[in-house]
């Protein structure tokens, strides 16, 4: 199947017949069929004799036509190699396949035999004068013969020519040639002349045309020394008085052209094309018929053209070379190529830093060249200049050294800090070293170091250290504590913490420096909040920043709301071991708290604590929220920690104790070696025999996974009595099984292939079931029933047992045969023959189709009337029709009955034909689901016969189900019908256009809430309709009469409405609209108008217009001038004192009312004279002070931390 890509199917009969179905493209599976006759059926060979030239023609073209006749005869055709004289051809296959074939050779051979072909040998040199000028000679001597003259080109050296085709125009065309070759060889003489080999070329002309100029102008054959030879010698054929004139066309064709070559150093070619070709380009197109070549490697230039061209190109590259070789030079530096990355640069920043600094060009050669020359070209300073700089780069690279760091990716965000600030402080302290971090997307722990080898070692040593501190720092430690003692480890509070967080709630802290004083913050308050800051800071930290601050560590505290009792204390591994024992004596101190250990053997721990520490919490629980820890898995300590109220401790000790005694009782493990081929016996066919041993010892049994590596070993688990009761049930099983005996049974000749077909599959599922038992049939031919069987006692037991039961099965099969019609069989077998394998697998039967070609020789199907078969009892079986089915009795009828049941019925449903397009779906989307859906085939007429019925073919269940289906759908496509005949409901009604905006309102709002409202469509006529009045309202008739009347109540509000202008000054308008247009929007709801502004830039700025019913309008423009009046007094007052805060000179002065305003000053400000608090000993209030003038609204409290709950005012 790989080889061919066709699809087989194997089937076996009863009476070992083999049926072999070949499906796929016609080509793979001819060639799986020719597989498979060779392989399968006797094949013979024969021999045809054929003239030895018509073999080709049984090749055909790449050997195309010998593969098409083995593929359509099933044969393999062997035909001898050209050099064998023999003219035989060898065909081997199966009979009939042979006699296909020699009668499509021998057709091949006497199609060929009609045909002539003659082979006529002629001096080379005159078959220029029978193919003529351009080959049109023998052109029109095959149009005129009919026959197909073929001949040697001139630079292959065979003077042979072909004719072929029909005998009588062979032979014509044969006179015609011979008839030329003899008056060409009686008046022809030749002369010779030597010519140099550079100039042939211009005499051959592009594709040989010059030569075919010549003999067509002068009758004179031109033959040229082949090209692989050093002569010079041209030789020309034809009459005496033609010679004249072909020798004269050949030295003018020779002397058309020349070629010369210009010497010019080779770093100089790209210089002498210039920039994108421009210099040479210059001269191409000045002198387009010279051909300019330059060889790359090599310090010559080739020119090829006419010859005065040529002299005019050669002279002005050569000025060009001059002038390039007085102000350019070169020189070239070996640099190892491990450097040349870095000297080009990111993205070539440095070498093109060089180059325009310069003005050179440098070449360094690719990585694949493996070349370490770096070429330098440019002005000869420049050139200088260039390659010091390049020299000195490459000794400070070499000195440079690059070094790995591996640090874990979690510390990389740390090393590097917020923004870049850490790691920009230490490129600062070694800034000749470039430190690279990995892409986070990477996921890599490397760091690459690279610069001078000291500064490099520095640098690694620095973050080897930062490094060490931050895992040193990193080590986290959690410890439970009653939830209820958090707030006394936190630290004390108390009315401190209130006072200080109402000051808090009126003066915001900053957040970035608890020390810094805001920039409105009053002189005479900020010591205060200072103050209370810092009562904050003491009140937060307590007990809880005194650990911190002792220990050096962070410590994180669960949020109140958070169920969680456990605190988290990160740092050094130390200094977190003494901040657990500090913040464990405080909770000692406070409570009558107790801790005890308790030893589990560690294998129990995980049994303890549950799945997801299920077990251990309810433990925890039930004990009063006790704390119990268990040692880290891997640790190999079994002591486990409790930690609480007296009490509880000794309950949860007691409680722990208990469980794993449990546990330990049923725990208990024995393990069991046993060959890996006595599971399955041990285990019984469906876990029999270890179910067995289960039931009757309460023991677990539990046999190796085929991954694991200990095939060998099983472990039983479970009470100790148990266990040891099924180890032994099971170490008796296995020594029986370790005890190999040899038995044997007869077993009749005829039912040996049954065990043995299949490459003895039978016998390998015997032994895997029975323990590895080996069974030998005799030989075939051998006629012996002695069947041998060696292994365990049991497993022979019961394996003879078996094999008995498996030949009384096959001696009291019968065969069934059942009749159904073929064209009902690929549906019966189902997709790849599914239906098939179920019912011959629960049958426990083997079912045999008929071959379809049995089909061609038999009756036809019963003749149809009116379109409706015959009833059932005419049913005439044919012998294709018939299905063999083999087994025994009750299982072949029951089988029958199945392969009955799937035989596919066919039932009309009468659907109306208007309904079938809905039935079908978009794109057959409808009736492909309910095919799928009820698993049948549904046939709808095609839609020019109007027919209104429906065929659904399937199985009888799927049938009724489908035609259920289908009228069910035919119900829901009627009532669909009638609905929308029901909305189909239209009315059109007549709405001059300049209402048509409003009905539609802004963004569609007025017309989408009528359509929402009444179910209805509402269509607007288009720009260029005729009628633009008429609006079109459809749906269900009662719905549309109460949106035209809605529409036509609108309409008549809108006639009713009036328009009135009224001026506002401009400054006030946008107070009135608002922001975005909040305020407007609401006046308008409120007075049911419409109030359009004007746009700006208008010639009216103060004309507002107002639309709605009369009165409406009179009341939204009094309280639009009101709104006016209002702001207008805001607006003055505010343009009043703008003209009085004007900004102080800058040149100073304050004073009163009163004072100098000499120097035409900027005026100054008002002084209130002998006012109270200006007496002695008072003092002004501070406006911006919160004592002063306090405020007693509500705000928003500032966050804080958990640990303290929210804030309480």
């Not at 091949?108 to 009609?114: G, N, P, S, T």
């Not at 629980?621 to 268990?630: K, L, P, R, S, Y």
Request: hydrophobic fraction near 35%; aromatic fraction near 4%; proline fraction near 5%.
């Amino acid at each position: 199947m790989q080889r061919t890509g066709a699809h087989i199917e194997l089937s076996l009969a009863k009476d070992q017949g083999l049926s072999i179905m070949v499906t796929g493209k016609l080509e793979s599976v001819m060639k799986a069929r020719k597989e498979i006759v060779a392989r399968l059926q006797t094949q013979a060979s024969a021999t045809v004799a054929i003239p030895k030239e018509h073999h080709r023609f049984v090749i055909g073209k790449n050997g195309e036509k010998l593969q098409e006749l083995e593929l359509k005869t099933a044969t393999k055709i062997a035909i001898p190699r050209p050099d064998d004289p023999s003219g035989n051809i060898r065909i081997t296959g199966t009979k009939e396949g042979i006699e296909k074939a020699r009668h499509e050779i021998l057709l091949i051979a006497a199609e060929q035999d009609k045909r002539a072909v003659e082979r006529l040998s002629l001096e080379k040199a005159f078959h220029p004068f029978i193919a003529g000028a351009h080959n049109r000679q023998v052109q029109e001597l095959s149009q005129e013969t009919g026959a197909r003259i073929s001949i040697p080109p001139p630079s292959l050296p065979k003077d042979e020519i072909v004719i072929t085709g029909e005998k009588e125009a062979v032979a014509m065309a044969l006179s015609r040639i011979r008839a030329i070759y003899d008056d060409k060889k009686r008046k022809t003489t030749t002369i010779s002349v030597e010519v140099k080999k550079s100039q042939h070329k211009y005499i051959v002309g592009p594709k040989g045309n010059t030569l075919q100029e010549i003999l067509e102008t002068t009758g004179v054959s031109v033959e040229m020394p082949p090209l692989d030879s050093g002569s010079e010698t041209i030789i020309l054929r034809g009459e005496p008085d033609k010679l004249g004139p072909a020798l004269t066309q050949v030295y003018a064709k020779a002397k058309s052209a020349m070629v010369v070559e210009v010497t010019a150093p080779a770093w100089l070619h790209r210089f002498i094309i210039g920039k994108k070709g421009q210099n040479i380009g210059r001269i191409t197109q000045q002198l387009p018929r010279v051909h300019i070549e330059f060889t790359d490697g090599e310090e010559r230039i080739s020119l090829e053209g006419p010859t005065e061209e040529v002299e005019q190109a050669r002279t002005q590259i050569q000025e060009i070379i001059k002038d390039l070789l007085v102000r350019m030079d070169y020189t070239e530096v070996i640099i190892d190529q491990r450097f040349h990355r870095h000297l080009i640069g990111k993205n070539g920043a440095n070498i093109n830093r060089i180059k325009e600094q310069y003005k050179v060009s440098v070449r360094i050669p690719q990585d694949a060249e493996r070349s370490g020359l770096v070429r330098i070209e440019g002005d000869p300073k420049g050139v200088q200049l260039a390659r010091r700089e390049l020299i000195e780069m490459v000794q400070r690279m070499e000195n440079e050294r690059t070094k790995d760091l591996i640090v874990e990716q979690k510390f990389h965000r740390t090393i590097i800090g917020q923004k870049g600030e850490k790691i920009k402080e230490v490129r600062d302290k070694f800034p000749e070293v470039i430190i690279n971090f990995p892409d986070p997307s990477q996921k890599s722990d490397i760091v690459q170091l690279r610069g001078p080898k000291n500064e490099v070692e520095k640098c690694g040593k620095f973050l080897q250290k930062i490094i060490g501190e931050l895992i040193e720092n990193s080590f986290s430690l959690s410890v439970p504590i009653f939830k209820q003692f958090h707030k006394n480890i936190i630290g004390k509070g108390g009315a401190n913490i209130k006072r200080v967080r109402l000051l808090l709630f009126f003066l915001k802290p900053h957040q970035d420096d608890p020390h810094r004083k805001p920039a409105h913050c009053p002189e005479n308050l900020y010591s205060k909040r200072d103050k209370c800051r810092m009562a904050l800071v003491n009140y937060r930290c307590g007990c809880c920043r005194q650990i911190r601050e002792e220990t050096n560590t962070k410590i994180d505290l669960p949020t109140e709301n958070s169920d969680s009792e456990t605190i988290v204390i990160t740092g050094k591994k130390s200094n977190c071991e003494a901040a657990r024992d500090r913040i464990l004596a405080i909770q000692r101190e406070l409570a009558n708290i107790k801790e005890a250990e308790v030893a589990i053997p560690a294998r129990l721990h995980n049994s303890l604590i549950g799945s997801k520490g299920c077990l251990v919490r309810s433990v925890m629980e039930d004990c009063g929220g006790v704390h119990i820890h268990f040692p880290s898995e891997g640790s190999g300590s079994d002591r486990v920690t409790i930690r609480g109220p007296v009490g509880e401790v000794e309950k949860a000790k007691k409680q722990l104790l208990q469980l794993a005694e449990e546990k330990v009782v049923n725990n208990f493990t024995a393990e069991l070696q046993a060959k890996p081929e006595y599971h399955k016996f041990l285990i019984g066919r469906g876990g029999a025999n270890i179910r067995r041993v289960r039931d009757k010892t309460g023991a677990r049994i539990i046999f190796p996974a085929p991954d694991d590596t200990e095939q060998e070993l099983i472990t039983i688990v479970g009470k100790e009595e148990a266990v040891r009761q099924a180890q032994k049930e099971l170490e008796c099983l296995v020594k029986n099984l370790d005890d190999v005996v040899e038995d044997s049974m007869a077993v009749d000749v005829r039912h040996h292939r049954h065990f043995v077909c299949r490459r003895g599959q039978v016998l390998r599922e015997l032994a895997e079931e029975y323990g590895g038992v080996a069974v030998s049939f005799p030989r075939t031919g051998a006629n012996s029933q002695r069947v041998t069987l060696t292994g365990a006692r049991d497993c022979v037991d019961a394996a003879k047992k078996r094999i008995q039961e498996m030949i009384e099965d096959l001696e009291s099969q019968v065969s069934v045969e059942v009749a159904i019609p073929q064209r009902y069989h690929r549906a019966i077998m189902g997709p790849k023959g599914c239906r098939i394998q179920l019912i011959t697998r629960e049958h426990e039967v083997q079912i045999k189709f008929p071959e379809r070609d049995d089909c061609a020789a038999g009756q036809e199907a019963p003749p149809q009337e009116n379109g409706d078969a015959g009833p059932e009892a005419e049913f005439v079986a044919r012998k294709c029709d018939i299905i063999t089915i083999g087994g025994r009795a009750e299982k072949c009828e029951q089988a029958r009955a199945a392969l009955l049941a799937l035989v596919p019925i066919t039932e009309d449903v009468e659907v109306s034909y208007e309904l079938h397009r809905y039935i079908i779906g978009q794109k057959g989307s409808g009736i492909r689901k309910m095919m799928e859906e009820y698993e049948v085939n549904i046939w709808v007429p095609q839609p020019e016969k109007q027919l209104d019925g429906i065929k659904v073919t399937g199985l009888t269940a799927n049938v009724e189900r489908a035609k259920q289906g289908l009228l069910d759908r035919v119900k829901e496509l009627q009532a669909e019908q009638a609905d929308r005949a029901l909305r189909s409901f239209k009315v059109t009604m007549s709405v001059d256009p300049k209402f048509h905006p409003k009905i539609i309102g802004r963004k569609g709002a007025v017309i989408s809430q009528i359509r929402k409202d009444h179910d209805v469509s509402i269509q607007f006529p288009d720009k260029g309709d005729e009628q633009q009045d008429l609006i079109v309202v459809s749906g269900y008739e009662r719905n549309v009469e109460e949106a035209s009347a809605a529409i036509r109540q609108l309409v008549a509000e809108w006639q009713e409405m009036v328009s009135q202008d009224v001026h506002l000054d401009p400054r006030t308008h946008a107070r009135i609209i608002g922001a975005r247009g909040k305020a407007i929007r609401k006046l308008m709801e409120e007075f049911k108008v419409d109030i359009r502004f004007p746009q700006p830039g208008s010639d009216e700025p103060d004309k507002v217009a107002v639309t709605g019913l009369p009165e409406t309008v009179d009341k939204a423009i009094d309280h639009l001038l009101n709104l006016e009046e209002e702001y207008m007094l805001s607006v003055t007052e505010t343009e009043t004192l703008a003209a009085y805060m004007k900004p102080p000179s800058r040149y100073g002065g304050g004073g009163g009312a009163g004072g100098d305003d000499s120097g035409g000053g900027p005026a100054k400000g008002f002084v209130v004279r002998d006012a109270p608090w200006n007496a002695a000993g008072n003092k002004a209030p501070d406006m911006s002070s919160a004592e002063d003038f306090p405020t007693f609204g509500t705000g928003v409290a500032p966050k804080q931390a958990s640990a303290w709950g929210p804030k309480k005012f």
